[in-house]
């Protein structure tokens, strides 16, 4: 199964190097610098995971991770940014944000694990979802 993946950031050579780096690793990738164009996408196409920067000029990433999960509640969103407060870090965890990424990346590798664990829970949870439709197990009173 290939995860796709959207990439939201104002700074396009974060956008080339992270599209390139996993989309190499088999995920399909799509950019955007523009938050708004990035939001109208991800209401209408399945995304597996967004990542996130945090600090853009036209909207906030914390604004944009709140119009996410109105949207597509179950998409999950790493955050990124290369400035943040335990103020930012503790809004972005309670408005739903899976995982917190400080740029630059020292290590694109963590980067890597961090998408592919963040991705298995996506498929577990699918899995999960599927199962409940096929076995619905909440047998009321009155059907037994």
């Known amino acids: 199964m290939a995860y796709k993946i959207m990439i939201v ?78 103020k930012k870090t503790i809004e972005c965890v309670e408005y739903g944000a899976s995982d917190y990424l400080l740029k630059p990346f020292e290590d694109l590798e963590d980067l890597a694990s961090i998408v592919k664990v963040t991705c298995e829970r996506v498929s577990r949870w699918e899995n999960i979802a599927r199962e409940s439709l096929r076995n619905p197990r909440d047998v009321t009173a009155h059907q037994i």
């Not at 164009?37 to 995304?47: P, S, T």
């Not at 995971?49 to 949207?71: F, H, S, Y």
Request: proline share 4%; hydrophobic share 40%.
């Open 9 to 86: 950031d104002d700074e396009d050579q974060i956008l080339s190097a992270l599209e390139t780096f996993l989309s190499l690793r088999g995920y399909e990738v799509v950019t955007s610098n523009n938050p708004e164009e990035a939001l109208e996408r991800i209401e209408f196409e399945k995304f597996h995971l967004v990542l996130l920067d945090i600090n853009m000029p036209q909207m906030t990433g914390i604004e944009m991770l709140k119009r996410i999960k109105q949207a597509r509640p179950t998409v999950q969103v790493i955050m990124m940014t290369a400035y943040t407060t335990i």
